[in-house]
């Protein structure tokens, strides 16, 4: 390999750790960088870094923000009543475009893997039981994705919250088995909340 070569290589194989960017993609994207004014390339470093130090988690449901709550959780209209449960702060933005959810999330930040190493100390369910022990919830709505580690981690869930007498819910199976929320149009998203059911 060319002395030449070798930074694009380095930025190459950077891109790669990226989820969805294959080699050959970030290869690409790499020489495409390669290609820009440099004063390009530093604005979009620059806007990569400061918005990653600039996120946080909000202190009520665990989702991505810049400031203490999120938008949603900030919102006077949202139900503070409904909590729909999900794996990570992508679920949220795919649960908020299909706009027919009006209550607020719990996000998880992970499932329950044992394969994994991963337990229920791993994840945020002792956060979610202090919210559903300390505000009145009517309805706990449980999108996890709809695989097996998706399916014990909404079972686990629902034997923790069901003796608080608050109704358990799962999203219908509209959304395709295995697949990834994040990944879902918003018509299949609708039609799993508008058919979910009661556990």
Not at 73 to 88: E, G, K, N, S, T
Not at 164 to 171: N, P
């Amino acid at each position: 390999m060319s002395q030449q070569a070798e930074p694009i290589q380095r930025m190459a194989e950077e891109l790669a750790k990226l989820p969805g960017i294959g080699r050959k993609t970030a290869q690409r994207l790499a020489y495409h960088l390669a290609a820009q004014p440099l004063e390009a390339v530093r604005a979009l470093a620059f806007a990569l870094a400061e918005g990653r130090e600039s996120i946080r988690l909000c202190t009520r449901c665990g989702n991505y923000t810049a400031g203490e709550l999120c938008a949603v959780c900030a919102d006077p209209r949202r139900r503070q009543d409904i909590l729909c449960v999900v794996r990570d702060p992508r679920d949220v933005a795919a649960m908020e475009r299909i706009n027919d959810y009006h209550g607020l999330y719990h996000v998880l930040h992970g499932i329950l893997s044992p394969m994994d190493g991963v337990g229920p100390q791993d994840i945020r369910i002792r956060e979610l039981m202090d919210r559903l022990k300390g505000q009145e919830v009517s309805e706990l709505i449980l999108a996890t994705n709809p695989d097996i580690e998706g399916e014990a981690t909404a079972a686990y869930i629902a034997r923790l919250a069901k003796p608080l007498g608050i109704r358990v819910t799962r999203i219908a199976h509209g959304v395709p088995v295995g697949s990834d929320l994040e990944y879902t149009d918003e018509v299949t998203l609708s039609k799993a909340m508008e058919g979910r059911r009661e556990l």
